[in-house]
């Protein structure tokens, strides 16, 4: 098994399931792809891939209105409707919430939770706001992070996906997001998205170690390998996109296979 010991096998076993989620980022009602958050290709209807993931046994789907911060405005409503006739596990959405009335929105038309990230850079009281209206368990902090150069194990947050310097700490920043109210991180590498070569796994271990609620660890998951790697050092849950909308694997391969590796998860 790839050099995984018995005991790494026992451990896996007792840890709290690790969830799999299709991360489906979306631009003008299109699934996309692209690498870095950028060079974006188009793909389809993003709903016939959340429908074929629930089939096939995903844990959570999250959609990413990859531009709304940018044009200032959201689009994922008829998307949120149309998902949740038919797929039937948690949904997160995140894209151009500004505010407690948007996420209120999002709610109605069937989304879980929401993940915020420029709108909290820009006004961290949203944050509490909306985990005091709907509970921290709905509000996901969003955190885009690059390795910033010539620092080994520091890292920026950035907002309008990935495009725009925070000047704030990832680590840090998730650690302040927490006390003012988020439930969850939603943790993209930025240096390792659509490469499928591999995560930061530094950066999952900084921020994992520094919170105490889940962390989604998403951006490079190139396989099996990546997700026990990552939950290794304590992410809760992995965001998976390439490798799948590719059809490189499908999401009951890739679970047994993230089994064999000695991480306890949903098959």
């Known amino acids: 098994m790839n050099g995984v010991s018995e005991e790494m096998l ?3 076993s007792m840890r709290p399931k690790v969830r799999l989620i299709a991360r489906l980022d979306v631009k003008n009602n299109y699934l996309v792809k692209g690498i870095h958050l950028e060079g974006l290709r188009k793909m389809g ?7 074929a993931y629930y089939s096939q046994g ?32 948690p949904i997160a959405v995140g894209g151009g919430l500004r505010g407690v ?12 939770k929401v993940a915020i990230n420029t ?7 949203i944050i509490s706001e909306v985990a005091g209206a709907f509970g921290s368990q709905c509000m996901v902090m969003s955190i885009d992070a690059k390795r910033m150069p010539g620092e080994k194990n520091r890292w920026e947050a950035y907002y ?29 590498s930025v240096d390792c998205e659509g490469l499928e070569r591999g995560m ?17 660890a998403s951006g490079g998951c190139g396989g099996a390998e990546d997700i026990a790697l990552s939950a290794r050092v304590g992410a809760s849950a ?26 306890n998860i949903r098959l």
Not at 45 to 51: G, S, Y
Not at 200 to 216: M, R
Not at 242 to 262: C, D, F, Q
């Open 238 to 263: 992995v965001a998976v996109a390439s490798i799948l909308h590719y059809k490189k694997t499908g999401v009951r391969p890739l679970k047994e296979r993230t089994a064999e590796e000695g991480v």
């Open 101 to 112: 009335e948007d996420v209120r929105a999002a709610l109605k038309l069937g989304a879980d």
């Open 58 to 89: 995903i844990d959570e789907v999250l959609y990413m209105d990859i531009v709304a911060s940018l044009y200032n405005r959201n689009s994922l409503g008829e998307i949120i409707r149309r998902v949740t006739e038919n797929v039937f596990v």
């Open 10 to 12: 026992i451990a896996g």
């Open 45 to 51: 209807d993003p709903n016939e891939f959340a429908t």
């Open 119 to 125: 709108a909290a850079i820009k006004n961290e009281r």
């Open 160 to 188: 309008d996906n990935g495009r725009e310097h925070s000047g704030k700490d990832a680590v840090e920043w998730a650690c302040r997001g927490v006390e003012l109210g988020a439930g969850e991180i939603l943790l993209t």
């Open 200 to 216: 930061d796994f530094d950066l999952i271990s900084a921020v994992c170690g520094a919170v105490s609620v889940p962390v989604i």
